[in-house]
């Protein structure tokens, strides 16, 4: 028999070489995803941590999600942000990768920042 949908979706949002895991329902939007991850990003861990920006309202950022590139000659990743009024449902997918976009002062988004880990072993890694 087929699976049914799940209730709630998982979602991983990325910045730098941190992963939020977010758990809402499908019926959730994107702006209630965003105020999921402003609480992690506002939490206390993450405040001591410096390596990223501090954001002080989910309008100092946007979850995007990788759009892989298909023009002939270019590879390569780009991001496009999600409307904050969409449903997930029919938009995101369960386990989903977002990834933060931060504003700058001025309210300009700034580029993805994240770093994905090595999949081999330190000592398997050439010079």
């Known amino acids: ?17 941190v992963t939020i ?12 995803l965003k105020d999921e991850a402003l609480s992690a ?7 001591e941590d410096d390596s990223f920006p501090h954001v002080q309202s989910a309008s100092d950022f946007e979850l995007a999600r990788a759009v892989k590139g298909k023009e002939k000659g270019k ?3 780009t991001y496009e942000a999600l409307e904050a009024d969409k449903t997930i449902r029919g938009l995101l997918s369960n386990w989903e990768v977002l ?3 931060f504003r700058d002062e001025d309210g300009n988004l700034m580029p993805v ?3 994905q880990p090595s999949l081999l072993d330190d000592e398997e890694e050439e010079p």
């Not at 990003?41 to 405040?47: E, G, I, K």
């Open 1 to 17: 028999p087929p699976r049914a949908a799940p209730k709630a979706y998982q979602i991983l949002a990325k910045t730098h070489q």
């Open 41 to 47: 990003l506002t939490s206390r861990v993450a405040a």
């Open 113 to 115: 920042e994240v770093s």
């Open 21 to 32: 895991f977010l758990i809402v329902p499908q019926s959730a939007t994107i702006a209630l």
């Open 99 to 101: 990834y933060f976009q």
């Open 75 to 77: 590879s390569g990743v």
